[in-house]
């Protein structure tokens, strides 16, 4: 099979991109042909003021972009074309070139964005479900993208432009969701017999673990992360250890805390050195996230995680199963002493969400649920 990746990389690399490269692997070991049409959001960098207002103008659809997917496309032929991210270089013309050139569409969702302009349903540091069955153009009165009106009207407008044309409804044959709950989020009860249930998947690493005696968090140390959460808890749990990875606009907050050590951002290695050898991972964000990666490392070396019980994390942490999970501030100051005075539930935990990740987030079940859908989507084609 000849699976085309349709792809536009943000600045600095996400979870996304890992997603992307280790499908790309893992199809290519299974001896498929995987092309890519990818674009990358750091070229914006070389754009005038002029053009990038341009950009604003047409995201809902590029036709140099549209021309340069459809000779692509002519060139290589392939089978399917699985989109990651159209935003905001390639733009949704992908499915309009799909569907001309009649090769099927499989699209995954990262995020909340079809039903949110800043696709996090969060704002001003809560979450935010205003726009969910309503126009998104009521999100412009919040400046919900980068503090914009303008900059929010524009991703309206895109949403919105393609809700009415019926560009989501019509032109996706299947849509990836990670979690449940995020296929509650986004479709409700709308296309279902268009959207599955797929979570990503991970190499397992080759690691001996042991449990040393502090606690990993793992993220950017801001306030949709969680900061305020484990702020809290560092002011009034001073005995428990914890080590920090991750950037953090004002690092000096951490230098009060004796048993608070702030590494700064660091590579995978160093992280996964500091998995291996913690009791568990602390995971606070407080927006619903798609399917965090720091999590299924976490399971993948039998470590237990402590989160608040939102969103993907509501899905993904069975409380006193695989991990424990949070309501409020004080909750998590709960979790983490339970975990220090029962070494044994610790242990029990981390086997569980061991077993959890060899149930569902290996890279042969990943491949598994990857060539199931395509060669769904391709049969159901073929019936039509």
Same mark, same amino acid.
Not at 69 to 97: A, G
Not at 279 to 303: D, H, N, Q, R, T
């Given at each position: 099979?000849?699976?085309?990746?349709?792809?536009?990389?943000?600045?600095?690399? =996400?979870?996304?991109? =890992?997603?992307?490269?280790?499908?790309?692997?893992?199809?290519?070991?299974?001896?498929?042909?995987?092309?890519?049409?990818?674009?990358?959001?750091?070229?914006?960098?070389?754009?005038?003021?002029?053009?990038?207002?341009?950009?604003?103008?047409?995201?809902?659809?590029?036709?140099?972009?549209?021309?340069?997917?459809?000779?692509?496309?002519?060139?290589?032929?392939?089978?399917?074309?699985?989109?990651?991210?159209?935003?905001?270089?390639?733009?949704?013309?992908?499915?309009?070139?799909?569907?001309?050139?009649?090769?099927?569409?499989?699209?995954?969702?990262?995020?909340?964005?079809?039903?949110?302009?800043?696709?996090?349903?969060?704002?001003?540091?809560?979450?935010?479900?205003?726009?969910?069955?309503?126009?998104?153009?009521?999100?412009?009165?919040?400046?919900?993208?980068?503090?914009?009106?303008?900059?929010?009207?524009?991703?309206?407008?895109?949403?919105?432009?393609?809700?009415?044309?019926?560009?989501?409804?019509?032109?996706?044959?299947?849509?990836?969701?990670?979690?449940?709950?995020?296929?509650?989020?986004?479709?409700?009860?709308?296309?279902?017999?268009?959207?599955?249930?797929?979570?990503?998947?991970?190499?397992?690493?080759?690691?001996?673990?042991?449990?040393?005696?502090?606690?990993?968090?793992?993220?950017?140390?801001?306030?949709?992360?969680?900061?305020?959460?484990?702020?809290?808890?560092?002011?009034?749990? =001073?005995?428990?250890?914890?080590?920090?990875?991750?950037?953090?606009?004002?690092?000096?907050?951490?230098?009060?805390?004796?048993?608070?050590?702030?590494?700064?951002?660091?590579?995978?290695?160093?992280?996964?050195?500091?998995?291996?050898?913690?009791?568990?991972?602390?995971?606070?964000?407080?927006?619903?996230?798609?399917?965090?990666?720091?999590?299924?490392?976490?399971?993948?070396?039998?470590?237990?995680?402590?989160?608040?019980?939102?969103?993907?994390?509501?899905?993904?942490?069975?409380?006193?199963?695989?991990?424990?999970?949070?309501?409020?501030?004080?909750?998590?100051?709960?979790?983490?002493?339970?975990?220090?005075?029962?070494?044994?539930?610790?242990?029990?935990?981390?086997?569980?969400?061991?077993?959890?990740?060899?149930?569902?987030?290996?890279?042969?079940?990943?491949?598994?649920?990857?060539?199931?859908?395509?060669?769904?989507?391709?049969?159901?084609?073929?019936?039509?």
């Amino acid at each position: 099979m000849k699976i085309l990746q349709v792809h536009n990389i943000y600045k600095g690399k =996400t979870g996304e991109e =890992t997603v992307v490269e280790e499908e790309k692997k893992i199809l290519e070991r299974h001896g498929h042909c995987v092309i890519q049409f990818i674009k990358d959001n750091s070229d914006l960098d070389k754009y005038s003021k002029l053009d990038k207002i341009k950009i604003l103008s047409s995201l809902h659809s590029s036709k140099s972009i549209g021309k340069e997917l459809e000779e692509f496309i002519e060139k290589e032929k392939p089978d399917i074309c699985h989109v990651h991210n159209t935003f905001p270089l390639i733009t949704p013309i992908v499915y309009e070139v799909c569907k001309s050139k009649n090769v099927p569409v499989v699209q995954t969702l990262h995020n909340y964005k079809m039903v949110c302009t800043n696709s996090l349903l969060f704002r001003n540091g809560e979450v935010c479900e205003k726009c969910l069955n309503k126009s998104l153009y009521n999100s412009i009165k919040f400046k919900c993208y980068r503090n914009s009106y303008f900059a929010t009207a524009a991703q309206a407008h895109v949403i919105q432009y393609h809700r009415n044309k019926g560009t989501w409804d019509n032109l996706i044959d299947r849509y990836v969701c990670l979690t449940e709950f995020q296929k509650e989020k986004v479709f409700g009860d709308t296309l279902k017999d268009k959207v599955v249930v797929k979570p990503n998947f991970l190499a397992e690493n080759n690691l001996v673990t042991v449990r040393e005696d502090f606690f990993l968090f793992v993220g950017r140390l801001n306030d949709s992360k969680g900061l305020q959460d484990l702020l809290y808890l560092f002011r009034r749990n =001073t005995h428990s250890k914890f080590i920090l990875i991750g950037k953090s606009d004002n690092p000096e907050i951490f230098r009060d805390f004796k048993n608070v050590k702030h590494l700064g951002e660091r590579n995978r290695d160093v992280v996964l050195e500091n998995m291996r050898k913690c009791k568990a991972v602390i995971f606070p964000s407080k927006y619903y996230e798609g399917m965090p990666m720091v999590i299924l490392e976490a399971f993948s070396l039998k470590k237990p995680v402590i989160s608040r019980n939102r969103g993907a994390m509501a899905s993904m942490i069975n409380d006193g199963v695989n991990g424990l999970k949070y309501e409020i501030e004080s909750g998590l100051i709960d979790a983490i002493e339970t975990m220090e005075e029962n070494p044994t539930l610790v242990n029990q935990l981390g086997e569980r969400a061991y077993v959890d990740y060899k149930e569902n987030y290996t890279e042969e079940k990943g491949y598994e649920n990857l060539i199931n859908l395509y060669d769904e989507v391709l049969s159901s084609r073929s019936l039509v």
